[in-house]
């Protein structure tokens, strides 16, 4: 009698439909406890509650750091417009003769 392997090959396949159809029937006669099951419900339910409070520190944060580029736009026309003064006053402390 010869080795052949697609004989082995179909045993391995009932063996693994066996073991397949015997974790569905423990998980079937298997007895869950309700207890169990509501914290996971609580935890989902808390868990959204937070995601949803993080949704809107994002959009206020979001809404912040646009009025903070805004600032920071005035911040540096102020700049520009005291760097032009200063440089207005140079030039005519330039002009006049020095004592």
């Not at 010869?2 to 569905?24: H, K, M, R, T």
């Not at 869950?32 to 944060?61: C, H, K, L, Y």
């Not at 805004?70 to 006049?96: C, G, N, S, T």
């Amino acid at each position: 009698m010869e080795f052949d392997p697609a004989i082995v090959l179909f045993g391995a396949v009932i063996l693994l439909l066996a073991a397949i159809l015997i974790g569905v029937i423990v998980a079937a006669i298997w007895p869950w406890s309700q207890s169990n099951s509501e914290p996971r419900i609580q935890d989902r339910d808390g868990f959204g509650g937070r995601v949803a409070a993080m949704s809107q520190e994002i959009a206020t944060f979001t809404a912040e750091i646009g009025h903070l580029y805004e600032e920071i736009e005035r911040l540096q026309d102020e700049r520009d417009h005291l760097l032009a003064v200063l440089l207005r006053i140079a030039e005519l402390l330039e002009q006049f003769p020095r004592k």
